[in-house]
């Protein structure tokens, strides 16, 4: 058994604990929570750096929640969306790529809302869209 899983050790010793589902998916959901942090640090300095007014609001779970001006959302994106893309470049134990998906309101001044959420096409990741544009009345 410890063959195939090296966590077996942990299961017992956390089984007061933790369920085995909880266990397993514990070093995965660790891993993928500091990439992301990882991530959002890299985010925040290129928004400082290009003096960009977008803010990273929260993390919850495995995605980021930021309030990203109308003008800044095609720069915002790509940038996003070239880090998390380019991990596996900076961390030579990954073996493959990641992908980040976007959702996002229309502007909270034209009654857009975190319960109206649209998902950004993958065809906007590598395109410039203007997004004041798309938005306009």
């Not at 925040?44 to 960009?52: A, D, G, N, T």
């Not at 909270?108 to 590598?126: D, H, I, R």
């Amino acid at each position: 058994r410890s063959t195939l899983f090296p966590y077996t050790t942990l299961f017992r010793s956390l089984d007061k604990y933790m369920d085995r589902k909880t266990a397993t998916n514990y070093p995965i959901q660790s891993v993928s929570f500091q990439l992301l942090v990882n991530v959002l640090i890299q985010v925040s300095k290129y928004l400082k750096k290009e003096r960009m007014q977008s803010k990273l609001i929260a993390q919850i779970h495995d995605s980021c929640v930021a309030s990203v001006k109308l003008n800044e959302v095609d720069k915002y994106i790509k940038y996003f969306n070239e880090t998390v893309c380019t991990l596996h470049e900076r961390n030579k134990w990954m073996k493959v790529p990641m992908k980040a998906e976007f959702e996002m309101s229309k502007p909270a001044e034209k009654g857009g809302n975190f319960a109206q959420m649209y998902e950004v096409p993958e065809s906007m990741l590598t395109t410039h869209i203007d997004f004041n544009k798309v938005y306009e009345d």
